[in-house]
């Protein structure tokens, strides 16, 4: 079965890990020859197009990108986890509303972009909808790993319970405002002390956060591209059809 085709599973469990984070277990035969691994990949859940009266529709359905959190092949079961938006995205207004025994389609896994583990220290990034894949991350450290793990939260209860390195430091930035553009999450990126060696930096997180921290580290720390991996998971005030159109007219920017 290749990544191109359509998966369909059963809302198998529901579990609430924090205020703002649900995780969803899928479970169904199609995950039968899903790989081993690919927790830290990413699936495309497919959501119907919602029908509004007088609208015409392509009826083709939005895809929304997760990051798979773990996978069980005996039972055939995949968690995902969500954060809770309420009912501003059809993903999270999914994951709120589902019951046990709902149907989702998805397709995947695609690829899983780790760090270098040989580094001589690590820079993990990110807000709630990188705290899986930064979470796969932790789980993979080297056990004498050192660096931090910055992670911005809706609220301290939603601090992540992550086994990390003992020289991992985990840094939570604390911002319950997700509708306004703000530097919390930069600036305490850029007070924390640079370490010597080869650092790998990952980092996800909103758009607006995510240039000055790609400037940071790309320009003012010289880290290079083969030792850092950065993205935007979403951006502010727009739908994710928004967000991917976005990325592309940057991504021709930097290319021009």
């Known amino acids: 079965m290749s990544t191109r085709t359509t998966r369909l599973l059963t809302v198998n469990a529901k579990t609430q890990l924090s205020p703002n984070m649900i995780r ?92 270098d583990m040989d580094s001589d220290w690590f820079f993990l990034v990110g807000d709630m909808t990188a705290l899986p894949a930064l979470s796969v991350i932790a789980e993979r450290l080297p056990k004498d790993a050192k660096g931090y793990l910055v992670v ?37 990126v850029l007070s924390l002390p640079w370490l010597e060696g080869k650092g790998f930096v990952w980092s996800a997180c909103e758009m607006n956060s995510m240039r000055p921290l790609r400037d940071y580290f790309l320009k003012e720390k010289s880290v290079p591209k083969s030792q850092i991996y950065i993205s935007s998971y979403w951006k502010m005030g727009v739908s994710d059809e928004g967000h991917k159109l976005a990325k592309k007219q940057e991504a021709e920017q930097q290319s021009s």
């Open 24 to 115: 969803i277990q899928l479970q169904g035969e199609a995950l039968s020859d899903f790989p081993m691994g690919a927790e830290g990949g990413y699936v495309k859940l497919l959501f119907p197009q919602p029908m509004e009266t007088g609208v015409e529709s392509d009826n083709k359905p939005r895809m929304r990108s997760y990051t798979v959190r773990y996978f069980d092949e005996k039972a055939l079961t995949l968690d995902l986890d969500f954060v809770a938006h309420g009912d501003n995205g059809p993903a999270s207004a999914w994951a709120s509303s589902c019951s046990l025994g709902d149907l989702i389609s998805l397709l995947g896994p695609g690829l899983v972009k780790l760090p």
């Open 152 to 188: 911005e939260l809706l609220s301290i209860e939603d601090k992540p319970n992550l086994d990390l390195p003992a020289g991992v430091e985990l840094v939570c930035v604390v911002n319950p405002d997700q509708e306004n553009i703000n530097t919390l999450l930069v600036d305490k």
